[in-house]
């Protein structure tokens, strides 16, 4: 399969990202539920577009007029936020049909339990058929600045040039938020659960795509299609650098990633040969992650300068040597100067 | 040479960390020097013993009596913090003969330097001819929160258990600042520089008698008598938590070391052996150390339970999935629950 244009991916991506109008499912007319806190926030942080409630019989909900099926919405919808029972989502999707463009499903109980399996089969058979991108399940949303797309429970600012896609919506709202005590700004976090349908390969297209992305990171646990994101990952190489930490790097962190996302055990030494044959960079745990990020974003890398060496300026003595010791690990020799 | 009681080695370092009058040698009466930085510190953090300005000539400084050396200060002294020209200190001492417990010399030009190393070796045999304890030179100073003991730049607070040891003055003020930001309280943060008398081995064996310190970090360049410090440490086993930052783990590192402290390259195979044979706890870099402080600071040690299993809890399925990673790579097993 050939890769599409850059412009066609960004326009393709835009309805998710950048979206003119939000379907919520799971918002009640008496209590604050999901979709309630995701109304909520989208007011809060500026949030442009329409925004549909979408209930079986509630006529109005948080003060927007509410419609029982995306199907009712007087126009068709970007973006849906679907925070129903796992069970109800199929019957969203089929009552949406070609009237939505990405649906991001946060409800739980698919690939990532033994009796959801068959469900998360049926989900993506259903999406296919009525022609709706899905993201999730099992999932918390997106961060979008320039879309005003909240993560429940982050804050949001300016954005900045760092696009995360995470398996793990918890990580996600971690790495916002301690990336914000590092002063790291996002262009972007997508948090993509099991990944069903879009997978880590579309949104790395995407990154790689958006001119306004500068550094990647994906935290990921499982591919569905590893040689796909190997090739969207190889085709990444020398344009933007491309962060991965991998979960489950030990035999009991796949345990744990196995009941976490339904991951299968990896091989890491597959995993190796994938960061060295495509220049991806390897981050040990979250911290290494978000270093790199604040790394990559306060430095401009210059690609024409031999790597290799590097001069260290600095006023502390003893910072100087443990930073000739981290240069020294990573093989990058300091000369001394010459006088 | 036995070691001495934990009562003696207590009393002997009560005034380094505590004491009862402070001298101050590098204090003008015009201008900001360290010396007036110093009294203003001690002030601003609320310290209530006497505060002697020592001047050659002038009688009065930031309202504070002045006297020509520690001999014509009208009781004998605790603690001096000398930052006056290389040249000078011994002067300083000769005068304060036995009238002066613990000398802290910030001044730089001995044994860092080649042209100080006689120098250097000059100041140890004043201090042990009029008996005075001489911590440094080429430091910056002690943290001690129960003396209202300040670092210069660093801000001061309630103190808590952790005790630190650093052969670098920049990274003791990097320690308190960062430290302070994870909620990791002090006991004590003592600059060492070259520690040309009172060495690390030292320092060592009063944080271990002391019973508010509960944690002991180190960041040391090189030993003067590793062989002290060895047994020092292997007399800790067990006792208290102790952390060794090592600069110069690599070639260009030591290199660094080298004009840094003086230090000489260290044979790293030796220093895991150390490590091994004492049960002391490895850090790579400076947020390693502060973390290890953290962890230890906010967990109770239970010598009882056998070590190798633990049981994680959590809320994130990513943040247990690295967890378990983590846990893989120290060799501690993540056992699943029974039902």
Known sequence: MSRASDD?????????????????????????????????ALRKHGFKGEIYPIHPHAPEIDGLT??????DVPEPVDYAFVAVGAQAVVKFLR????RLKFAQVMSSGFGETTHGIELEAEL????REVGIRVVGPNCIGLYSPRGKLPLLGGAMDAGGGIGVVSQSGGLSLDILGRGRVLGVKFRAIASIGNCADVGP?????????????????????????????????????????????????????????????????????????????TGAIPALDLNDLIHHFAAFQASSLVPEVGAGRAILFGNGGGTGVIASDQFGRCGIDIAPLNN
Do not use: C
């Open 124 to 127: 993506v058979r259903t999406a």
């Open 66 to 71: 509410a419609y029982p099926t995306v199907a």
């Open 95 to 98: 009552a949406a049909r070609n």
């Open 8 to 40: 066609l991916i960004l326009s393709r991506f835009e309805p998710l990202f950048a979206p003119r109008s939000v379907a919520v499912a799971g918002a009640s007319a008496s209590l604050a539920k999901p979709g309630n806190r995701f109304i909520e």
């Open 201 to 277: 390969n579309e949104f790395l297209d995407y990154m790689l795509a958006d001119p306004e992305t500068k550094v990647i990171g994906f935290y990921l646990e499982k591919l569905r299609d590893g040689r796909m994101f190997f090739e969207a990952l190889r085709n990444s190489q020398g344009r933007k650098p491309v962060i991965i930490l991998k979960g489950g790097q030990t035999q009991q962190g796949q345990r744990a990633a196995a009941s976490h996302t339904g991951a299968l055990a990896n091989d890491n030494r597959l995993w190796a040969a994938v960061i060295r044959q």
